[in-house]
């Protein structure tokens, strides 16, 4: 099970080159950062199920839902900053 672990941080480091070494605009970069917490959380997720764990796979939840709204409430804030 080590290669779909080695699988998904490989996919997982996709977004950050985009982010970081490509594009200059603020929305991609935010995107990007919001794509690696999703793979983030579901790599914990995938690594509570593997080690029947429970208490790792709701940090993997909370991290989804808190880190998503988070970059909701900043997308608006930069939103509401460019529009006035």
Do not use: H
């Given at each position: 099970?080590?290669?779909?672990?080695?699988?998904?941080?490989?996919a997982?480091?996709?977004?950050?080159?985009?982010?970081?070494?490509?594009?200059d605009?603020?929305?991609?970069k935010?995107?990007?950062?919001?794509?690696?917490?999703?793979?983030?959380?579901?790599?914990?997720l995938?690594?509570?199920?593997?080690?029947?764990?429970?208490?790792?796979?709701?940090?993997?939840?909370?991290?989804l839902?808190v880190g998503?709204?988070?970059?909701?409430?900043?997308?608006?804030?930069?939103?509401?900053?460019?529009?006035?």
């Amino acid at each position: 099970m080590n290669w779909v672990l080695i699988a998904m941080i490989i996919a997982l480091l996709i977004p950050l080159y985009e982010a970081c070494w490509q594009e200059d605009d603020v929305w991609e970069k935010m995107l990007a950062f919001a794509s690696i917490a999703t793979k983030s959380s579901m790599m914990i997720l995938v690594v509570s199920v593997l080690r029947d764990d429970w208490m790792i796979g709701i940090a993997g939840v909370i991290i989804l839902t808190v880190g998503n709204a988070g970059f909701m409430l900043l997308a608006q804030l930069l939103k509401r900053m460019n529009y006035r």
